[in-house]
Structure formats: C-alpha cells, structure tokens
C-alpha cells in the first residue's frame, strides 16, 4: 500500500534539469508543500531547484515519532519511499548526490532524517529543523554506509513539545559515527518554528553547493 504514492511534487526557483544544485524540502504534520516551500525568501538561494513533494492528507504517518514503528506503517515505508523515488529522479538528471541538499521541518524533519540514515551518501546537506531519527526509546540505529564527511544541521528547541532534545542528542550522535560533520544548536524556549540562525547556517551549507557547481 502506497499512501503518498501519486501525490504531487510542487517546484520553485530553478526548472529541474537546468540547475546542478537542488534542495528536497519536506513539510510537516498537517502542512503542505506550499507550507515549507515558504522557507525559499527566507533562504534566497534563487539558483537552486527547489522540490517538496506532498504527503496524503498532509500527514506522513499517524502517531509520533517516537511510536512503535509498526504503528506509523504503511504511511512511514510510503514516504520513505517517496523521498528515494525522488531523489534517484533528482540524479538520473544529471544531478550528483553531493548537489542535493534534503532539508525538513518537524514531522517532515523526522522523515528526512530517518530516509538520510537508511541512505547515506555524500549528500550536499542535510537540514533537519527540530526533528530526528524515528523509533521508539531503545531504537539502535545501525544501517551500512557512509555519509563521507556531509555536513548535517540539527536544530531544535530545548522544550520542544513533539521533539526531545534527547533524541536530537542521540540522532547526532548517529550521523557522527556515520561520517557526517554534525553541527547540532538547540535554542533556549524556542517555540515551534525555523529562526534565523537556522536559515543562516543552512544557506553557508547552500553557498557550499554553489560553489562546488561553479567550480
């Protein structure tokens, strides 16, 4: 069963197959592309395509993160699958991996990150705005592969209702023995939103992209 099959994929900036540098941005609970496809002002990084593809009734799984896994199925594998039908289409385009930067906000945060460990690689990027790895407490997270020295972004707030910052601290550490280069900032009684010293430090990860396009 494939809930989030067929549904949309809504672009901005760049057509797709006319840019080297892309960025899959996924929304979150309750939201929709539209929803995180507001964040492109906010990072004014005209030169990249930008994809964020649309969960059925704006919902990628049902329960938390943090639920037995077997409670978010099928929505969870659906859109898994999603985020790695997109991003083989991203590079059967000509665009390498390293030129990707996947970045996601709360529930969709929690999606990237979970797709990004089941699949690394040399990524561009990785943004995850207040999210982490999915599992319930106890959950090991010990998939093959190597992100080859991606720089992974975790921020978060300190008294986030949806995402403790133990699980923020736990999926960094993940990503760090997985070869990223994690910079992780939580944010004292941050409410639930991207402030700017996020999007800061994801348009240096953008800038990085744009530079290896150039060159």
Not at 38 to 54: E, I, K
Not at 80 to 104: H, W, Y
Not at 155 to 169: F, N, Q, T
Not at 193 to 210: F, H, R, T
């Amino acid at each position: 069963m494939e809930p989030h099959g067929g549904q949309p994929i809504v672009t901005a900036g760049v057509a797709l197959g006319e840019s080297q540098a892309v960025m899959i941005m996924v929304h979150g609970r309750g939201a929709a592309p539209r929803n995180i496809l507001d964040l492109v002002p906010r990072l004014n990084r005209p030169a990249f395509t930008y994809l964020a593809p649309a969960a059925a009734n704006n919902t990628w799984y049902p329960y938390s993160f943090m639920a037995e896994t077997a409670k978010n199925e099928p929505g969870l594998s659906s859109g898994l699958d999603v985020l790695d039908r997109l991003v083989k289409d991203v590079v059967a385009r000509g665009v390498r991996t390293d030129r990707i930067v996947l970045l996601g906000f709360s529930q969709g945060a929690c999606l990237t990150s979970e797709f990004a460990v089941r699949h690394a690689d040399r990524y561009g990027g990785v943004i995850i705005f207040t999210g982490g790895l999915i599992g319930p407490p106890g959950t090991t997270w010990n998939h093959a592969g190597s992100f080859g020295g991606t720089p992974i972004f975790m921020g978060s707030s300190d008294v986030d209702a949806h995402v403790p910052k133990d699980r923020v601290d736990e999926s960094a550490a993940v990503f760090t023995r997985m070869g990223a280069v994690v910079t992780e900032r939580i944010y004292p009684v941050m409410g639930h939103l991207v402030n700017d010293d996020e999007i800061a430090y994801a348009q240096g990860v953008m800038d990085q992209v744009l530079l290896s396009v150039r060159t």
